[in-house]
């Protein structure tokens, strides 16, 4: 039932990034000017280089379930924890850049587009560690999660696959785009 519910509300959750995207689009479509204006250069390298460190996590949170499912409580508590740190290194290299940006939210549409979408997204990130972090307490405490009964994880990991998805296009449409 847990399961259902997490689809619902990533469905949710889907809904309304959709929404900022569409608002994204539709500023960038009616803005006049270059598309981002001149003085707000971003560092596409390093956004590169987090894209990579959030994408690996999706690999280290299914590593964690996948040892789990053959049993391996050990490799599921090293996995949740790599992810963790991943998705905690991934957040504070975003706040890095947002204290070594040239422009700010008040800096017209881009500044305001920029900071919603990667905020609303670094938000999320930290919802998500939150969850994972609730799961390993729970593996390393309770014992808790087994090869048979792994909701709460499974539906954290769901959570947290959607969260990287979510920032691969964010990357694609503020970075490369």
Not at 127 to 147: E, H, K, W
């Amino acid at each position: 039932m847990l399961a259902i519910g997490v689809m619902i509300w990533l469905g949710s959750e889907l809904m309304f990034f959709s929404g900022l995207f569409a608002a994204f689009f539709t500023i960038r479509a009616n803005t006049v000017g270059p598309w981002p204006p001149a003085g707000t250069d971003l560092d596409t390298l390093r956004a590169g280089i987090f894209t990579l460190v959030l994408v690996s996590s999706s690999f280290t949170i299914w590593w964690a379930e996948h040892r789990l499912r053959h049993g391996d409580r050990k490799g599921l508590a090293r996995g949740l924890l790599v992810t963790i740190f991943l998705g905690a290194t991934f957040l504070i290299i975003q706040i890095n850049e947002y204290i070594h940006l040239d422009f700010t939210p008040q800096d017209g549409a881009f500044g305001s587009t920029f900071f919603i979408l990667t905020g609303t997204h670094g938000l999320h990130v930290f919802v998500g560690l939150t969850i994972l972090t609730l799961c390993y307490i729970r593996v390393i405490r309770a014992n808790d999660f087994s090869p048979t009964w792994a909701t709460p994880l499974q539906a954290g990991s769901f959570y947290w696959h959607f969260v990287d998805v979510v920032w691969v296009l964010l990357f694609v449409l503020v970075y490369l785009i």
